[in-house]
């Protein structure tokens, strides 16, 4: 009965999806308390309180037919003036209501920019490790995706090979800092030689080559670590931002594309990528939380309890031997497998009801995943674990 | 910049939603109580207070993290066993949660069925009139639709042509009924025998045909007529339903897709569906209306106010001679356009502050749709303008 196309999404199922509901038997059988899951990015921090106050002043000052009727497809104009505002105040730039597109998350929002620029064949490069999700994105308007092998020292991008892969049918890159899944932020250096070379071989190639910036960890940055603005350092770059993980609404689905005025043809790429969000079958971003967005455009989760959460975490593997690069950002500590096959090891975890997600599933082989977008408790009650299984792996 | 795919769409940019916004200008200008605009299907019966209240209850009784969190693609589960148990409740049917999949939206809910069942060039029928959203919903999947004719006497469904039309590469139907823009109620007789074909011809055919049945007006139904539950009536049909206008809340983007055991290999394509609904990017349904859906799964928008403004306005336009089949659902009106361009009519319609929307862009020329999802007041104002408009006719 299904497509052709829906067959090896159906057999290939997605493992950190797999690992979701795995979670959830497991404790069902051993009880919550006793399975350490750290392989999803559900925040656990709670949404701040002002998410609360603001529902409830809607409800009791705007019109119900209003707070949950149709707007624009791009989204009500007030809040996406909200959104320009603060971005200009944080950024010192320029933008207007009409570069932003309200979007049902950054996942719908990276859907319609793909739909909005790919031709058949069109390449997109991104950098492993990456979210395997972006395969299914780029397919879905047959597209190809093609993936830089990644630089296991820094896990910044290999900028060398990435210029070496650019080719005429390259039609946009897709870049996620800070990173899931090594929790790196990409330096001023990096987006900065990004953008000259985008600027070189669009130039070459005689097409704008599009620099697609997926940012739902924008806000999650430790230590004081700069995260580049990416539309100040090349003229073709569209945003796709999320308010899942900077307010914990995963499950709400609300964030934003943000096309700015320099990107080429500006207006028709605008005005695609709201039809795009319209015949996608979105229609709009949900609409009471879009009101919300507009009274808590400063808000932000309690950040300070992941970066918690990553002290204690990271000096711990690292005292139990395991090996990390140490995230300054997102809530993912990326940790090498002490075992050759990370499978493997990701089992052995398991029999320790430690759940982890193996990096095959980022591209990046020999490498596991660990949330720790989790209670500081979860991971207080899981260290005799994570120290057995050092143990048993001879560390 | 922007795809081939794209660029017809552009151009062709929905004459509803640019009649949206035509209202919208002209309001600025005259003021709202001047304009009629009757141009589009955004309900203006607020929603049920126990919707606001189910609101304000989750926030205070369910956890942040669950309320505003991830949940399994499909949706929370007890959400849609609230939903399965209304339906068997009503329909004497035997569902359960893992036939439905909470959307974002019908609109959403019909992007996924299509690509969870299309291949290229695979070909969709649908009777005209309809929503062209179709075409594009088809289109991002690229299938082909085809419409039938429409019989302008009762508006059902002209099903000899129907059964001509079926041939090897037809995949699926979509019906809407109660109908946009019609407001026809498909009858038993009607949905039996489109059920009858549709089982002879997937045999001769050798394979399955799907109907997916559009379902956003279902409980908009008047003068007590009889709308079938299509389930009933074929074994391979997938319903997508939307909460928009039963609880007036079209911006929230909350629906379902329906797909029951009776499906041909049904369990792969609920698990295609499902892939679908992620990997489109919706990931899933905005979790807080979920929710709220749960508490307020028996709880329907004031229909009765239709029912009133269908009454005025229909009996109105007949007594200044207008001509056109009297609505049993939905909220819209179907009348024939007195100009034989229908065009110009609504463009003598707009110099008279009223607007509405042409029929062709319902692939009907001749006719223009008027939505009475407004208020009483609205209608009573507008009756001088509409008798005028006669007059200018020479009815």
Not at 95 to 123: Q, R, Y
């Amino acid at each position: 009965m299904i497509a052709e196309k829906m067959k090896p999404l159906v057999q290939n199922n997605s493992a950190i999806r797999a690992m979701f509901e795995e979670g959830r038997r497991l404790a069902g059988i051993y009880g919550a308390e006793n399975v350490y899951d750290f392989s999803l990015g559900n925040p656990n921090v709670p949404a701040p309180k002002a998410i609360k106050t603001a529902i409830m002043d809607i409800l009791n000052e705007e019109e119900s037919t209003f707070v949950h009727g149709y707007m624009s497809n791009a989204g009500y104009e007030d809040v996406r003036a909200a959104i320009a505002d603060e971005l200009n105040e944080r950024f010192q730039t320029a933008f207007h209501p009409e570069n932003l597109i309200m979007t049902v998350g950054a996942a719908s929002g990276l859907n319609i920019v793909l739909k909005t620029l790919l031709n058949p064949g069109d390449e997109v490069i991104t950098f492993a490790p990456y979210f395997l999700e972006y395969n299914s994105y780029v397919r879905n308007y047959d597209g190809i995706l093609t993936a830089i092998a990644p630089n296991t020292d820094t896990f910044q991008p290999d900028l060398k090979a990435f210029a070496q892969a650019i080719g005429e049918k390259t039609k946009a890159v897709i870049i996620n800092s800070p990173n899931n899944p090594t929790g790196v932020v990409y330096s001023r250096e990096t987006i900065s030689h990004l953008g000259e070379i985008l600027r070189e071989k669009s130039r070459e190639v005689g097409h704008a080559i599009v620099l697609i910036s997926d940012e739902p960890y924008r806000e999650l940055a430790y230590d004081g670590v700069f995260v580049p603005f990416v539309t100040k350092y090349y003229e073709n770059t569209i945003i796709c931002y999320s308010y899942s993980k900077s307010l914990s609404l995963p499950g709400e689905r609300i964030g934003y594309v943000l096309i700015p005025d320099e990107v080429e043809d500006s207006k028709e790429v605008i005005q695609a990528a709201v039809i795009a969000n319209r015949v996608s079958g979105s229609v709009n971003a949900p609409s009471l939380i879009q009101r919300v967005i507009r009274r808590c455009v400063h808000e932000r989760a309690n950040i300070e309890a992941y970066e918690k959460n990553r002290n204690l975490l990271y000096s711990s593997l690292v005292k139990f031997g395991f090996s990390c690069i140490k995230p300054e950002g997102a809530f993912y500590l990326f940790v090498k497998s002490p075992m050759a096959d990370e499978k493997a090891f990701c089992e052995l975890c398991k029999k320790h009801h430690v759940l982890v997600v193996p990096g095959s599933s980022f591209a990046c082989a020999g490498y596991v995943r660990i949330s720790y977008c989790v209670s500081y408790e979860q991971i207080e009650r899981s260290l005799p674990a994570f120290e057995k299984i050092a143990g048993e792996c001879g560390l």
